[in-house]
Nanobody, 125 residues
């Protein structure tokens, strides 16, 4: 059974930092697209960052570029999202997602097959 488990969320003041983790079991991240998404109350899923299963490059949404860094540790089968300079508008539930197929580029949320349960990030002003 494939499972993705996020951790690391919490409450932080504006300007602070958090590091989210997403640990996988039942499969490996190798050559698979892995994305971080977020969903704020009343809003749709929003792509935050992604590691492409095709070229291994990391892509970021414009609103987090320069503040967030996504990385992976294949030995631990875990991906991370380092979030710095957090803003109140970053408040959301953050999810990691993975594509079942290998060699696929990053895509919209509906293209991902596996999702974690989410971790709440709250940034106070």
């Amino acid at each position: 059974e494939v499972q993705l488990v996020e951790s690391g969320g919490g409450l932080v003041q504006a300007g602070g930092s958090l590091r989210l983790s997403c640990a996988a079991s039942g499969f490996t991240f190798d050559d698979r697209a892995i994305g971080w998404f977020r969903q704020a109350p009343g809003k749709e899923h929003e792509a935050v960052s992604c590691i492409s299963g095709s070229d291994g490059m990391t892509y970021y949404a414009p609103f987090v570029k320069g503040r967030f860094t996504m990385s992976s540790d294949n030995a631990k089968n875990t991906v991370y999202l380092q979030m710095n300079s957090l803003k109140p508008e970053d408040t959301a539930v953050y999810y990691c997602a993975a594509d079942h197929h290998t060699g696929i580029d990053c895509g919209p949320s509906y293209t991902y097959d596996y999702w974690g349960q989410g971790t709440q990030v709250t940034v106070s002003s």
